[in-house]
Nanobody, 125 residues
Framework: QVQLVESGGGSVQPGGSLRLSCAAS????????IGWFRQAPGKARQAVSC????????YYLNSVKGRFTISRDNAKNAVYLQMDNLKPEDTATYFC??????????????????WGQGTQVTVSS
């Protein structure tokens, strides 16, 4: 059974940093491309950042480029999202999902994607 568990959310002031973790388990074969998505109340879900399974290709939402960094540790079956210089508009619930289809210009979850339970990120002074 596929399971994704996020952690690392919290409340920070603008300009602060957080590091989100997504622990993955239960995939039958090699761990797939994994993505981070976010949803704020009343807003549509956004793909924030995704990373391919093996070659390290990444996708970033334009508004987070230069501030967020995605990485993966296949030995630990984990994907991380380092978020620096956080802004109030980054406030949302962040989810990881897999598998995703990702290219440098897009990232979408598959119909069969598994999702974590989400972790709240609040950026406020």
């Amino acid at each position: 059974q596929v399971q994704l568990v996020e952690s690392g959310g919290g409340s920070v002031q603008p300009g602060g940093s957080l590091r989100l973790s997504c622990a993955a388990s239960g995939f039958a074969k090699d761990y797939p491309a994994i993505g981070w998505f976010r949803q704020a109340p009343g807003k549509a879900r956004q793909a924030v950042s995704c990373i391919s399974a093996s070659d390290g290709d990444t996708y970033y939402l334009n508004s987070v480029k230069g501030r967020f960094t995605i990485s993966r540790d296949n030995a630990k079956n984990a994907v991380y999202l380092q978020m620096d210089n956080l802004k109030p508009e980054d406030t949302a619930t962040y989810f990881c999902a897999a598998p995703v289809t990702t290219l440098q210009v897009m990232c979408v979850p598959d119909p069969s994607s598994s999702w974590g339970q989400g972790t709240q990120v609040t950026v406020s002074s």
